[in-house]
């Protein structure tokens, strides 16, 4: 029964995006652990190419400059070496680009602790960048810093947020289902990665994660079952020059419209009134 409240509940919104990514495999979701390995690689990768701004990746060294700014805020794991005016040098790990990635080394498993650090760092990262685009904007501002804000992707701060997002979200399953001593690797018993423990709803959130992974999200549609619609079009993506892009995601709302109405009313016809107080209706 929990099973068939968590799908009625699901489908009280519609919501599609449209993304732009380098390269498509065209593959299924796998097993939920592999899913969870990928998405932590995914996410590692990530947040190491963004760190290049601000320090070295081989010497896991901060830029002067950018331990200046790191010791201005106090939150998120910076994963460089502690400058030695640190406050507090245990929010610094310089060896988080010495490992290998999550899920390969049998020392190292994708783990509820590789979420939390992939979380940590993304906030810092999220902070680093901020500030150094406003440090860069004040009068007298140095060439070091002004040169480093020029290489920032501007599109990178709403894919660190969703790291954080989808990070706090994985824990909160694998916390809530008994499964946040595990450690998923390639290659281990499928039953294992299967994590047949999960629920419905645990599933659609980790394949929604893993389906866009760290990829630019361009256009949005959001649908409620009330008949509110929302779309969010990303800034700069508004004009002739898109239009085929506009184009494939209008053509991609109306088929998931067709598709979701039709189960909202196979939900109906199977379940009648019974669905208004799954969903919590009461009047």
């Known amino acids: 029964m929990s099973q068939f409240v968590d799908l009625a509940r699901n489908l009280l919104a519609l919501e599609i995006n449209t993304v732009l990514k380098t390269g498509i495999s065209a593959e299924k979701m796998p097993l939920a652990g592999d899913a969870l390995i990928d998405l932590a690689q995914e996410y590692y990768v990530f947040l190491c190419e963004q760190l290049d701004t601000f320090g070295s990746r081989e010497t896991a060294i ?18 460089f070496v502690p400058p030695s005016d640190a406050a507090r040098p245990d929010r610094y790990d310089p060896f988080f680009f010495s490992r290998d990635l999550p899920g390969n080394d049998p020392a190292r498993g994708t783990t509820l602790k590789v979420f939390d650090d992939l979380r940590e760092v993304a906030s810092w990262l999220r902070e680093m960048t901020d500030r150094t685009l406003d440090a860069a904007r004040q009068p007298g501002a140095g060439a070091d810093v002004v040169s480093a804000a020029a290489t920032i992707d501007q599109d990178a701060p709403p894919i660190l947020m969703r790291i954080q997002r989808n990070s706090d979200q994985i824990n909160d399953v694998l916390r ?14 499928e039953e294992i990665r299967r994590m047949p423990a999960l629920k419905t709803a645990d599933v659609v959130t980790i394949r929604k994660a893993w389906d ?63 669905v208004n107080t799954l969903v919590g209706d009461t009047g």
């Open 62 to 79: 901060l830029a002067p400059w950018a331990g200046r700014i790191s010791e201005t805020f106090h939150w998120g794991l910076a994963p």
């Open 176 to 189: 809530r289902r008994g499964l946040d001593t595990v450690s998923y690797l390639r290659g281990m018993d």
């Open 212 to 274: 866009v992974g760290t990829e630019l999200v361009v256009m949005q549609s959001t649908i409620q079952i009330d008949g509110d619609v929302v779309t969010r079009l990303l800034k700069g993506r508004d004009n002739a020059g898109n239009s085929v892009m506009i184009g494939v995601h209008k053509d991609a709302v109306d088929v998931s419209f067709r598709y979701w109405s039709f189960l909202i009313d196979a939900l109906g016809r199977f379940a009648g009134k019974a």
